[in-house]
């Protein structure tokens, strides 16, 4: 498939509504910034407005009807938000976002089994979410913080992952599947097989893979796999934890309240089973129906094109940004090694400039660390600007970003 | 002409007054704006009470790099018990154009650091 010929397989800019506005200055929006939430299309919204507007109850508890239609909306989503990624139902728990199912492990897990001498291995191209609660771990039980580096074309290492292993300190390794700045798909079945095989526990975040590519959990066999709702055309306040049964069913409860317990007495309780266990105080029930409906619209239109889409975008948007003078995009060079997100630099321009002239001309475009500032430093840049592309955009989108760009050098007297 | 990235600005942006170390100095302090990573530092040297000398030095958007070097013509000569009562609208009056929300602190990081670097206390000036 020549790249520059092929026409993106999707056309649904219509299911999003709104992609219909206009921006301050008249023009159509140009939305390039997936990457840190997607847009909702109309079913994920009319999902959330009918629960509300038919069937809002609590959960789990109720024995009249409408209780139990509440129930049946949100295990069910739940069973399709499993299969979506080919992993086991009560095995799938509803956190608020990605940031809390990773805390999730490093509290629940990490506390009882992370120690002084022990090491936590995460990599260069971590987004903070996956930092964050490793640093507080490891600053509370005294164990190490090591990082995988990147090289320069936005890849790791296996052989540096396998000699960290080798030394025989590592308790657990987390990895970005795909990394929000360069874009990086991340080889994680390899690193979790290698990792699992050193004796290590795996955490994969898949917050960028999730919405985009076609995510088999039971190939990739990571004991946690983290991610979240809002970034896969589905709400905000709802993220996704897929556990091993096993590593689950050891560990103690995150957070202490209702629906997590079995029996409550006055001096202790026992926990409910699996997922409830993880899942304290009222569930974010209409975030789950949305992004059941989130999955069921990615699962119509087929991870297979969804991911085909994005590369079709990816490899055109590296195709034409270069155009731009002095233009340096990050990550790796091959489309099929990276998501659809392309983090970029312009000489003589600081990126948080070149976003707020993009947005001049009505496309939206991010700019600063990405909560990556680690990788920043590696990068030897203060701040990137980034697009991010989903379902909705076009080559055009591409197009209207490069003019921009251009015009933007123009403002600045380059 | 662009309504911000005025021609003045974008001097100031390329050929920022006052920038880089200064030593000896009496006073410094650095900081940065979270939100889009842009870090500014700066060296002061104090005479008879006012600010003798300064230099400003880091890295970020044209707005927060400009400003600090229209305002630091400004703060040369100025008492230095007098910085930390400078309200933001000193810094905005002095860019002369209009700074939306999302852009607004980028502009008064200049004088969050200046009031670091005299009073102590670098909380983002008010209006």
Redesign the interface.
């Known amino acids: 498939m020549n790249p520059l010929t092929a026409t993106p397989a999707l056309d649904v800019r219509a299911d999003f509504p709104v992609l219909e506005r206009l921006t301050r200055g008249g023009k159509p929006m140009v939305y390039l910034d997936s990457a840190a939430t997607s847009q909702k299309p109309v079913a994920v919204i009319e999902a959330m407005n009918d629960y509300y507007r038919r069937s809002n109850a609590n959960i789990h508890r109720g024995v009249y009807e409408l209780a139990q239609e509440a129930t049946d909306l949100y295990e069910g989503a739940r069973e399709r938000v499993a299969a979506f990624c080919g992993w086991e139902t009560a095995t799938t728990i509803f956190t608020r976002n990605a940031t809390e199912a990773i805390n999730l492990v490093a509290y629940a897990w990490g506390r009882a089994n992370v120690g002084p001498g022990d090491e936590v291995l995460i990599t260069h191209m971590e987004h903070h979410s996956n930092i964050v609660p490793w640093q507080m771990l490891c600053h509370e039980t005294g164990a190490r913080l090591r990082y995988l580096g990147v090289s320069e074309e936005g890849t790791l290492s296996l052989d540096e992952l396998d000699s960290v292993l080798a030394e025989g300190r590592v308790k657990l390794v987390s990895v970005v599947h795909v990394s929000n700045v360069l874009g990086t798909l991340n080889p994680v079945a390899d690193i979790v097989a290698r990792s699992r095989a050193a004796g290590a526990l795996t955490v994969v975040d898949g917050s960028q893979a999730v919405p985009q590519l076609p995510v088999d959990l039971s190939a990739i066999d990571a004991d946690f796999y983290a991610w979240t709702g809002h970034k896969a055309v589905g709400p905000t306040g709802i993220g996704v934890l897929h556990g091993r049964r096993s590593v689950l069913e050891e560990m103690r409860p995150f957070l202490g309240g209702g629906d997590m317990i079995g029996r409550v007495d006055f001096e202790s309780s026992t926990w409910n089973e699996l997922p409830w266990k993880f899942e304290a105080g009222t569930s974010p029930i209409a975030e789950g129906v949305g992004l059941g409906a989130a999955v069921d619209y990615l699962s119509g239109l087929g991870m297979e094109n969804v991911r085909a889409h994005e590369r079709d975008l990816t490899a055109y948007a590296l195709e034409r940004l270069p155009t731009i003078e002095s233009l340096r995009v990050f990550g790796p060079p091959d489309p099929d090694q990276r998501g659809g997100v392309v983090s970029f630099a312009l000489e003589g ?5 070149v976003a ?2 993009c947005d001049r001309e009505g496309v939206c475009i991010r ?3 990405h909560c990556a ?1 680690p990788l ?1 430093r590696m990068m030897g840049v ?2 990137t600007a980034r697009a991010s592309f989903h379902v909705y955009n076009s080559r055009e989108d591409v197009d209207r970003l490069v003019e921009a760009l251009a015009k933007a050098r123009t ?3 380059l | 002409m662009d309504a911000l990235y005025r021609d003045y600005i974008l001097d100031h942006y390329k050929s920022p007054r006052n920038f880089g170390e200064l030593d000896p100095h009496d006073l410094e302090w650095h900081d940065h704006n979270p939100l889009c990573g842009d870090e500014l530092g700066v060296h002061v040297r104090v005479e008879d009470g006012k600010i003798a000398e300064l230099r400003f030095h880091g890295q970020g958007c044209a707005i927060s790099q400009a400003a600090a070097s229209i305002a630091s013509e400004e703060l040369v000569g100025m008492p230095v018990d007098e910085i930390g009562g400078l309200p933001a609208d000193w810094v905005t009056d002095l860019l002369g154009i209009d700074i939306s929300p999302t852009r607004r602190k980028c502009a008064l990081l200049n004088l969050k650091v200046m009031r670091g670097a005299t009073t102590g206390d670098a909380s983002w000036p008010e209006s």
């Open positions: 321009m600081h990126p948080h400039d707020d002239l700019a600063g660390h500032q920043m203060p701040a403002v600045f007297g």
